[in-house]
């Protein structure tokens, strides 16, 4: 395709105006309120550990993580429509690589890291390429089996794994505790800070910021991703592949991208994890039954706004705040059946998951920048005509129609 | 009829076929089974560069199979396609429309989420997967001059749900050009539409010729194609029937008898 030259031929010196554009966005003053609104939240989190004490850190540390999680299902499930059922593996994968290369080849978790970030992208390659020729269902079914295995495996190969692991995955308890990038003066840690409760104070506040800035780092590559014009290729691909082919573009490769992408970008974070406030073990990255960390990234991005990359981070905050406020509710109990509420949790977020599903399937993301919209122009004194709340056309309405309609595929064919 | 038959004979499958050379795009005894179906059944035609082929033939004929077999949504059965003297028989479709020919879909196929001018941006994006073009804006005007050629002017940021039939033609053409094609494939362009709107859309088709586009278009009946192309083609059950200028092949005894089932030509 010639678009550079057409382009040029209309629009001048190309090179000169896309920088210019690009600064032009960057400008704070002029942004849109929603973005001067993500960036006073980007403030909130730098300044958050000014309000709490260092025991009280991991929290929003691991929040962080979910985060990085959540927007790595969001890149292929959200935006290209592949539902995967099973993401903890690719945060497995990265961080079980880089704890056993640490503790059982003594290699530093520095060159760990992306070694485990690697290898998670190349676990995306062997579910994509597949996953090119699976129809929906079959691709949830699938991406729903993988971490289940991945767990039965650490069982199996518990006490070694020849070559790759010579003292074994661990089993249920994982292979221990690895080196750890930050820690107290003497602690072994790959960057040691200052002594006693100082250093435990340092500790948490230097995990807190590395998490915080990979979070953003993250969000910045998988927003320029999907913003870009080729980004706007994964969306159509929720909707219409033939179109997609129609506009020259190669399917397969976006889709494959796309899955890549979420791999590397969840290794990365998975391996960060282990090496700052997780323990590297089944019940500590998968979740419960091996599969809890799987079903909460989805509940976070179907909360915050699938295919939006921003929407799982507010949809993370969202399952975060909700788990502390039931949490808190441990004196307030439920007459009749006579128990607290706190011990009700997570059914109050799932309930609440399934209430966006029902009133605001584009997410609590759009739909305050609808209602955002609609605010500002009856200030202005305008009829607001934007989408109803609700439409089919959200990025997860579209994703259950694709569902539906290869599900009814499948079912004919085997009429 | 004497011209026609000749020429039908001589075009006839396996007694002489064409090869690469024989006009911009070139299909020779191109043929596809579905099971024990034949659709296209050694189906050969050759398309010269800026003509305006008109691709005729009753409901069920194998109009949409041939347009698909070429444009690489089916693989063919058999048989070669030549597109500008190379073998394209078989690739992928987006690969066909990065070698320059594009399509529309007669069922259309807009991207619902978003407005027309970004359906058009769409085509306008590099196939690249890490590209920072489009951030300043410049691909947007394309598609915005695009859409204006077109007609579309007006529904720039409209949703196609919100567009009428017409329109939705429109877009699907608009969506063809910003493919830089130099081969359309436009199916069923006029299906639906009024006189007056025929009359801007034929418009906007031959302008594309002269700026050197070469296109086939595929329609049921040639009613409303006599003033837009150069030669028709006509098949039934897979395989031609008859071929040439528009307005004598309607007195084409063959073409006759395969509307005779009440559809008219």
């Given at each position: 395709?010639?678009?550079e030259?057409d382009e040029?031929?209309?629009?001048?010196s190309?090179?000169?105006?896309?920088r210019?554009?690009?600064l032009e966005?960057?400008?704070?003053?002029?942004?849109?309120?929603?973005f001067?609104?993500?960036l006073?939240?980007?403030v909130?989190?730098?300044?958050?550990?000014?309000?709490?004490?260092p025991?009280?850190?991991?929290?929003p540390?691991?929040?962080?993580f979910?985060?990085?999680?959540a927007?790595s299902w969001?890149?292929v499930?959200?935006y290209?429509?592949?539902?995967?059922?099973?993401?903890?593996f690719?945060f497995?994968v990265?961080?079980?690589?880089s704890?056993i290369?640490?503790?059982q080849?003594?290699?530093?978790?520095?060159?760990?890291i992306?070694?485990?970030?690697l290898l998670?992208?190349?676990?995306?390659?062997?579910?994509?390429?597949?996953?090119?020729?699976?129809?929906?269902?079959?691709?949830?079914?699938?991406t729903?089996i993988?971490?289940i295995?991945?767990a039965?495996l650490?069982?199996?190969?518990?006490?070694?794994?020849?070559?790759?692991?010579?003292?074994?995955l661990?089993?249920?308890n994982?292979?221990?505790l690895p080196t750890q990038?930050?820690?107290?003066?003497?602690?072994?840690?790959v960057?040691?800070l200052a002594e006693?409760y100082?250093?435990i104070q340092?500790?948490?506040?230097?995990?807190?910021?590395?998490a915080l800035?990979?979070m953003?780092?993250i969000?910045?590559?998988?927003l320029a991703v999907?913003?870009?014009s080729?980004?706007?290729?994964?969306?159509?691909l929720?909707?219409?592949?033939?179109?997609?082919?129609?506009?020259?573009l190669d399917?397969?490769?976006?889709?494959l991208?796309?899955?890549?992408?979420?791999?590397?970008?969840?290794?990365l974070?998975g391996?960060?994890?282990?090496?700052?406030?997780q323990?590297?073990s089944?019940?500590?990255?998968?979740g419960?039954?091996?599969?809890?960390?799987?079903?909460?990234v989805?509940?976070?991005?179907?909360?915050?706004?699938?295919g939006t990359i921003?929407g799982?981070?507010i949809?993370a905050?969202v399952?975060?705040?909700?788990?502390?406020?039931?949490g808190g509710?441990s004196?307030?109990i439920?007459?009749?059946a006579d128990?607290a509420?706190?011990?009700l949790r997570p059914?109050?977020?799932?309930a609440?998951?399934?209430?966006?599903l029902?009133?605001?399937?584009?997410?609590?993301?759009?739909?305050n920048?609808?209602?955002?919209r609609r605010i500002l122009?009856?200030a202005?004194?305008?009829?607001?005509e934007?989408?109803?709340?609700?439409g089919?056309?959200?990025?997860?309405?579209?994703?259950?129609?694709?569902?539906r309609?290869e599900?009814?595929?499948?079912?004919?064919?085997?009429? | 009829?004497s011209?026609?038959n000749?020429?039908?004979?001589r075009l006839?499958?396996?007694?002489?076929?064409f090869?690469p050379?024989?006009g911009?795009?070139v299909?020779?005894?191109?043929?596809k089974e579905f099971?024990g179906l034949?659709?296209?059944?050694d189906?050969?035609f050759?398309?010269?560069?800026?003509?305006?082929?008109?691709?005729?033939?009753p409901n069920?004929?194998?109009?949409s199979?041939?347009?698909?077999?070429?444009?690489?949504?089916?693989?063919p059965?058999?048989g070669?396609?030549?597109?500008k003297?190379?073998?394209?028989?078989?690739?992928e479709s987006?690969?066909?429309?990065?070698k320059?020919?594009?399509r529309t879909?007669q069922?259309?196929?807009p991207?619902s989420?978003r407005?027309v001018?970004?359906?058009?941006?769409?085509?306008l994006?590099?196939?690249?997967?890490?590209?920072?073009a489009?951030?300043?804006?410049?691909?947007?005007?394309l598609?915005e001059?695009?859409?204006?050629?077109?007609?579309?002017?007006?529904?720039l940021?409209?949703t196609?749900?919100?567009?009428?039939?017409?329109?939705?033609?429109?877009?699907?053409?608009?969506?063809?050009?910003a493919?830089?094609?130099?081969?359309?494939?436009?199916?069923e362009?006029f299906a639906?539409?009024s006189s007056?709107?025929v009359?801007?859309?034929?418009e906007?088709?031959l302008?594309l010729?002269?700026?050197g586009?070469?296109?086939?278009v595929?329609d049921?009946?040639?009613?409303g194609l006599l003033?837009l192309?150069?030669?028709?083609?006509?098949?039934q059950?897979?395989?031609?029937?008859?071929e040439?200028p528009?307005?004598?092949?309607?007195?084409?005894?063959?073409?006759?008898?395969?509307?005779?089932?009440g559809?008219?030509?």
């Amino acid at each position: 395709m010639a678009t550079e030259s057409d382009e040029s031929v209309l629009g001048g010196s190309t090179s000169a105006e896309r920088r210019r554009a690009v600064l032009e966005k960057l400008n704070p003053l002029e942004m849109p309120i929603r973005f001067q609104l993500g960036l006073l939240g980007i403030v909130g989190f730098v300044l958050l550990p000014t309000q709490l004490y260092p025991d009280q850190m991991g929290r929003p540390t691991n929040l962080l993580f979910l985060m990085m999680f959540a927007m790595s299902w969001d890149v292929v499930s959200g935006y290209t429509g592949q539902l995967s059922f099973g993401h903890a593996f690719f945060f497995a994968v990265g961080g079980y690589t880089s704890a056993i290369l640490d503790l059982q080849h003594g290699i530093t978790p520095v060159i760990g890291i992306p070694v485990g970030m690697l290898l998670a992208g190349v676990g995306g390659l062997l579910i994509g390429i597949p996953a090119l020729r699976l129809r929906g269902p079959y691709l949830s079914l699938v991406t729903l089996i993988i971490p289940i295995i991945l767990a039965k495996l650490f069982t199996l190969f518990n006490n070694s794994l020849p070559v790759l692991a010579p003292e074994g995955l661990g089993g249920r308890n994982g292979p221990g505790l690895p080196t750890q990038l930050f820690g107290i003066d003497g602690s072994g840690a790959v960057l040691e800070l200052a002594e006693g409760y100082s250093g435990i104070q340092q500790t948490a506040l230097a995990n807190y910021y590395l998490a915080l800035g990979l979070m953003l780092l993250i969000l910045v590559v998988l927003l320029a991703v999907t913003r870009s014009s080729a980004g706007d290729g994964f969306p159509a691909l929720r909707e219409d592949e033939d179109a997609v082919a129609a506009a020259g573009l190669d399917a397969s490769r976006f889709k494959l991208f796309a899955f890549v992408l979420s791999a590397v970008v969840g290794g990365l974070a998975g391996a960060v994890w282990v090496h700052t406030v997780q323990t590297p073990s089944p019940l500590g990255i998968l979740g419960q039954d091996d599969i809890q960390t799987s079903i909460d990234v989805i509940i976070m991005s179907i909360l915050g706004g699938t295919g939006t990359i921003v929407g799982p981070i507010i949809g993370a905050v969202v399952f975060a705040l909700s788990a502390v406020v039931v949490g808190g509710l441990s004196d307030v109990i439920i007459p009749v059946a006579d128990v607290a509420v706190a011990d009700l949790r997570p059914l109050p977020l799932l309930a609440a998951a399934m209430a966006t599903l029902v009133f605001a399937p584009g997410g609590v993301l759009r739909a305050n920048i609808r209602l955002g919209r609609r605010i500002l122009a009856s200030a202005r004194g305008d009829e607001y005509e934007g989408e109803p709340i609700g439409g089919g056309d959200s990025a997860l309405g579209q994703i259950i129609e694709k569902y539906r309609a290869e599900l009814r595929e499948i079912i004919d064919e085997r009429r | 009829m004497s011209t026609d038959n000749e020429s039908g004979e001589r075009l006839t499958p396996g007694q002489q076929g064409f090869g690469p050379s024989d006009g911009v795009l070139v299909a020779n005894d191109l043929r596809k089974e579905f099971g024990g179906l034949t659709a296209m059944d050694d189906l050969s035609f050759a398309v010269q560069e800026q003509e305006i082929l008109g691709f005729i033939g009753p409901n069920g004929a194998g109009k949409s199979t041939t347009f698909n077999c070429v444009t690489g949504f089916y693989g063919p059965t058999g048989g070669n396609v030549w597109f500008k003297g190379e073998d394209v028989t078989g690739l992928e479709s987006h690969e066909m429309v990065q070698k320059g020919m594009a399509r529309t879909f007669q069922d259309f196929a807009p991207l619902s989420d978003r407005t027309v001018v970004r359906n058009v941006a769409l085509s306008l994006a590099p196939d690249e997967l890490l590209t920072l073009a489009g951030v300043s804006g410049e691909t947007e005007r394309l598609a915005e001059e695009i859409c204006r050629r077109v007609g579309l002017g007006d529904q720039l940021e409209e949703t196609p749900g919100e567009l009428p039939h017409a329109g939705m033609l429109k877009l699907e053409i608009a969506k063809a050009i910003a493919t830089n094609p130099d081969l359309m494939l436009v199916d069923e362009p006029f299906a639906g539409l009024s006189s007056g709107e025929v009359q801007e859309l034929t418009e906007v088709l031959l302008s594309l010729r002269d700026n050197g586009m070469t296109l086939i278009v595929v329609d049921h009946n040639m009613r409303g194609l006599l003033n837009l192309i150069d030669r028709a083609f006509v098949i039934q059950f897979g395989a031609k029937i008859a071929e040439g200028p528009p307005d004598e092949i309607t007195d084409d005894p063959k073409v006759q008898e395969a509307y005779l089932g009440g559809d008219e030509i």
